[in-house]
């Protein structure tokens, strides 16, 4: 089980109390090694809790950052619904409930 660090609890918290007050796109801005599949797995798992018929799509450039977070998230949800869909991982997974993709593969 991950033991979420301070500053993860609280930008995930910020999170949610920006959409309780915004509509739109809020930026999660972290360094380098601050877990930020941890926040993205984390925000997905209580996003379930609060709308569990909910699809998430989670987009990313790079092949290793598809696999990652979604590493992440099985880490902290074994038996989450999530899929790939991304060319260079040669997956295209569409039916799953949380996917995670790359821009490009998606795109079209």
């Not at 991950?2 to 918290?13: A, F, K, M, V, W």
């Not at 018929?53 to 092949?63: D, S």
């Not at 039916?95 to 790359?102: D, E, K, N, W």
């Amino acid at each position: 089980m991950i033991q979420p660090r301070s500053y993860q609890t609280e930008c995930l918290n910020s999170l949610w109390n920006y959409f309780k007050d915004n509509k739109g796109n809020p930026v999660a801005d972290l360094p380098t090694g601050t877990g930020k599949s941890v926040i993205i797995g984390m925000f997905i798992v209580s996003i379930y809790k609060a709308y569990f018929n909910q699809r998430v799509l989670m987009l990313t450039h790079v092949k290793e950052l598809i696999e990652q977070n979604h590493e992440k998230l099985i880490s902290l949800w074994p038996q989450a619904p999530a899929g790939i869909y991304s060319a260079g991982l040669n997956k295209k997974d569409l039916h799953s409930r949380i996917l995670f993709a790359g821009i490009a593969s998606i795109a079209k």
